[in-house]
């Protein structure tokens, strides 16, 4: 099967057991500011998991589009890529371990095809010391199905990665960790605080017998050990507990959530460990084959990085992200000048992102009418950005004799036009040989010495943000998430129907809000927003939500949204209506979370004020407002 093909027949076989399919959520997150992308399936479900309730009901399944730049070193090997589709089946308080191992295992085994005697798990060990059972629910479920098939299903426990090093597989098909098979957003079930929800989880591995265990891993393989033998393909999580002051207890109700990465499940579908040899990747290698006149497997580690670079800055792109030099635009610049630097190393000098672009989109069209809509933006983008990169390239090498001219070149010279210019080490090294310029005996220590500073300095910098990401939910997200609402109606009874919303982001301390609006506001429009806000604020509307299909909402009852978001069949509705009022203040179409009364956001005496109004781009004013 080929990748599209394992995509579709991944939803219709969950369809088929009552799942309603939804959209994918965009790569970068709304009102998630503790993240910079959307990492997994999960993360734009969170609230749901947590306990509201979902438009579309309790069984949902997709195809979760996510980026995670963490894994950039990682890409290069056979099975990590910054860009890549998480499938993904949720049950919301429905079903649980029985339905899902089960189903998991008849579509991997039945529908792809996978050979069953190479599958092997990973379960939950249980914490004596925290009191947590032993998931032995699932094993006895694994078991089953091994057994019904022949396939003999020793069970072995393994506890740490550390001891899987040491005591090997010892012939085991269910293997037992501990950290390993726990989830919760705090990390480990010891640092959860009191409320929060986690659950024990069970991993499929795939097994690759003509993978050789490396021992530079450890002394022996496991599934859980990163010589390539075991590679994961999918996960479920089974959120079961909640702390709470005196142990863990189980939730009332319990969800399920599946991830499982469709690249790695492709590949072992055509009994390959690598990715890059899908439908979705190959076409991409053999056009960088065909323009460099090298071979994949003489090349093979900058072929992929510039495949797996160039399809996340496409999605990128498609996502309303443009290169710069924060945030999400910069980890786009550097993904561009990465695969641009990389096809260096295999000859291409000249411009070739029309070359690759072209093939992503006409991969992802079929699927993601988006990515078919955007393709003239996408192209003029990314082609711009090569330019642009290519004449920074020429500065650098100017900048390079200067250096050159003052004596000789340092290490430090050397990681300053990686950093500032984007000049890669090795096109100094070669251009510095060419022209005969003296380089210091010592400049490589030197230049590890400048990139071990600075990677510590950009780990420090990305400790907050997290692959699950944390969605916002504390009272002060809430109560800002509101006001957001009050204000976009306000600023519409202000300014006029033409103020459409085109993003918003929340943190802690403020809102922050883009709109359509073709110039500058005055200082007494502002404090008209401001006055009719704070009197929503003090008249005390209810805030209320209920689902309709979107159709009715978009048309008849002339609902909000924002600019560009997609919606599935049935939407939920925000309504903040005034006690004994006809007619609500606000309708709005959101995920929620929301406070239940709008004079919380006036606790301690706090009103709305605006701190800011400017331009955020072409058409498009920015709002910074705070309670205070
Ligand atoms: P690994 O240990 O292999 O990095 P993970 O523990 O980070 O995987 P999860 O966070 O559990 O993976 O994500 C669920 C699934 O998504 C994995 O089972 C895998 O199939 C897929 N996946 C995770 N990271 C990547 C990646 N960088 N590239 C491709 N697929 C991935
Ligand atoms: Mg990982």
């Given at each position: 099967m080929t990748a599209q093909e394992i995509r579709k027949a991944y939803i219709e076989f969950f369809k088929s057991k009552g799942h309603t399919p939804i959209a994918r959520a965009r790569l970068v997150p709304e009102n998630d500011p503790t993240t910079l992308f959307t990492g997994s399936g999960m993360q734009p479900l969170l609230p749901y998991l947590l306990g509201d309730s979902h438009p579309d009901g309790n069984r949902l399944v997709d195809s979760q589009t996510c980026l995670r730049s963490q894994d950039i070193e990682e890409v290069g090997d056979n099975r990590h890529t910054t860009f890549f589709e998480m499938l993904g089946n949720w049950s919301l308080g429905d079903y649980f371990k029985n339905e899902q191992i089960n189903w998991f295992f008849e579509f991997i085994t039945k529908v792809v095809g996978l050979d069953p005697n190479r599958i092997y798990v990973t379960v939950y060990s249980g914490d004596e010391s925290l009191g947590i059972a032993r998931d032995n629910e699932s094993e006895s479920i694994w078991r089953k199905l091994f057994d019904n098939l022949g396939i003999d299903s020793k069970t072995v426990d393994i506890g740490s990665e550390e001891n899987g090093y040491k005591v090997g597989e010892q012939s085991g098909r269910i293997f037992f960790y501990k950290d390993k098979n726990w989830w919760c957003r705090a990390g480990s079930a010891e640092n959860m605080p009191v409320g929060e929800p986690g659950g024990p989880d069970t991993e499929m591995f795939y097994l690759y017998p003509s993978v050789q265990h490396n021992k530079?891993?450890?002394?022996h393989c496991h599934?859980?050990?990163?010589?390539?033998?075991y590679i994961e393909l999918g996960n479920s999580v089974f959120m079961e507990y909640k702390k709470t002051e005196d142990g863990f207890a189980k939730l009332p109700k319990q969800n399920v959530d599946y991830g499982g990465g469709l690249e790695r499940i492709a590949a072992a579908s055509l009994d390959n460990a690598d990715v890059f040899k899908i439908s979705l990747l190959l076409p991409i290698i053999e056009k960088l084959e065909s323009i460099s006149g090298k071979k994949y497997d003489s090349h093979t580690n900058d072929m992929r990085v510039i495949a797996d670079h160039l399809r996340g800055a496409v999605f990128l792109c498609v996502d309303g992200i443009t290169p710069s030099n924060k945030e999400q635009g910069y980890v786009m610049r550097r993904l561009l000048r990465r695969a641009i630097r990389f096809a260096f190393a295999l000859g291409i000098e000249q411009n070739f992102l029309h070359e690759i672009v072209p093939i992503i989109i006409d991969l992802y069209s079929p699927d993601f009418p988006e990515v078919n809509s955007s393709k003239e933006k996408v192209l003029e983008v990314l082609l711009k950005e090569e330019k642009v990169f290519r004449q920074t390239l020429r500065k650098g090498v100017r900048e390079l004799q200067k250096m050159a001219e003052k004596g000789s070149v340092t290490g430090k010279d050397i990681f300053t036009l990686y950093d500032t210019y984007g000049f890669p080490m090795e096109l100094s090294l070669e251009e510095a040989q060419t022209q005969d310029y003296p380089i210091n005996d010592d400049w490589k220590a030197d230049f590890d010495q400048q990139m071990t500073e600075q990677r510590n300095r950009s780990q420090t910098a990305s400790k907050g943000t997290f692959k699950g990401g944390l969605g916002g939910h504390t009272l002060q997200h809430k109560k800002y998430h509101t006001a957001t609402h009050l204000m976009y109606q306000a600023l519409r009874d202000v300014l006029g129907d033409h103020v459409i919303q085109h993003g918003s982001n929340i943190t802690e301390e403020r809102l922050r809000f883009d709109f359509s609006h073709p110039e500058k506001m005055t200082a007494e429009q502002i404090k008209q927003v401001e006055d009719i806000v704070n009197k929503q604020i003090d008249n005390d509307l209810t805030v209320t939500f209920e689902e309709h299909p979107t159709k009715e909402a978009l048309e008849d009852m002339h609902v909000l949204g924002a600019f560009g978001d997609r919606y599935g069949d049935k939407v939920k509705i925000y309504r903040m209506q005034a006690q004994?009022?006809?007619?609500?203040f606000s309708l709005e179409i959101c995920g929620g979370p929301h406070v239940d009364h709008t004079k919380q956001l006036s606790e301690e005496g706090k009103k709305f004020k605006i701190i800011k109004e400017e331009s955020s781009s072409s058409g498009i004013r920015r709002i910074k407002a705070v309670l205070s």
């Open positions: 530079s891993y450890g002394e599934p859980n050990c990163d010589c390539g033998r004994g009022s006809e007619k609500p």
